[in-house]
């Protein structure tokens, strides 16, 4: 019982965080996937296409095979080339497609299986809860390169600064 709960619990957090870059990323042109604040950090493209490679590395044949693949490259990830929206946006969703339909397969029994990243052991159990810390973390910069970006123009993709009591409120409000 405890399994499928947990299960239920992560396929719940990590539709929270895609929905967080899915927003980010929808507000953004091409030339802004793109942009790269100074000192050389990465881009959102670039964020991307790290996360892309790695979901499709960690959840391929992912009880079979180690989660690092031999066909990834993960320091091409980091290396800018031309994409457009459409593509950028089209390896965000292949990235998360795979994640997604690979923990949807996993059964209860399977979390306390081993599986392999770059040969090390882990149970499945401890595999997402890597994913689920890695992911979060990359989403973070996306929405916050996003919001140096638009500046002005962002909309908050939470609850708004100076607006929390209105919000507890309204929480309050459906509850009743």
């Given at each position: 019982m405890i399994a499928t709960i947990f299960l239920d619990s992560v396929l719940k957090r990590f539709a929270y965080y895609k929905a967080l870059g899915d927003q980010s990323i929808a507000v953004l042109t091409e030339e802004q996937l793109h942009w790269q604040p100074e000192?050389?950090?990465?881009?959102?493209?670039?964020?991307?296409?790290?996360?892309?490679?790695?979901?499709?590395?960690?959840?391929?044949?992912?009880?079979?095979?180690?989660g690092e693949k031999p066909w990834r490259?993960?320091?091409?990830?980091?290396?800018?080339?031309?994409?457009?929206?459409?593509?950028?946006?089209?390896?965000?969703?292949?990235?998360?497609?795979?994640m997604l339909e690979a923990i949807r397969a996993l059964q209860p029994g399977d979390l306390e299986k081993t599986v392999y990243i770059r040969h090390e052991p882990h149970t499945v159990l401890d595999a997402i809860n890597r994913q689920l810390a890695h992911i979060?973390?990359?989403?973070?910069?996306?929405?916050?390169?996003?919001?140096?970006?638009?500046?002005?123009?962002?909309?908050?993709?939470?609850?708004?600064?100076?607006?929390?009591?209105?919000?507890?409120?309204?929480m309050f409000n459906k509850k009743q």
């Amino acid at each position: 019982m405890i399994a499928t709960i947990f299960l239920d619990s992560v396929l719940k957090r990590f539709a929270y965080y895609k929905a967080l870059g899915d927003q980010s990323i929808a507000v953004l042109t091409e030339e802004q996937l793109h942009w790269q604040p100074e000192g050389a950090p990465n881009s959102i493209y670039l964020i991307i296409k790290h996360m892309s490679g790695n979901m499709r590395s960690r959840w391929t044949d992912f009880l079979h095979s180690d989660g690092e693949k031999p066909w990834r490259d993960r320091d091409r990830e980091f290396e800018d080339d031309v994409a457009s929206a459409a593509a950028v946006k089209a390896l965000w969703e292949e990235g998360w497609q795979c994640m997604l339909e690979a923990i949807r397969a996993l059964q209860p029994g399977d979390l306390e299986k081993t599986v392999y990243i770059r040969h090390e052991p882990h149970t499945v159990l401890d595999a997402i809860n890597r994913q689920l810390a890695h992911i979060p973390y990359h989403v973070g910069q996306i929405v916050y390169i996003a919001k140096m970006i638009k500046k002005n123009d962002w909309e908050s993709l939470s609850i708004p600064k100076g607006k929390s009591q209105a919000f507890n409120q309204d929480m309050f409000n459906k509850k009743q």
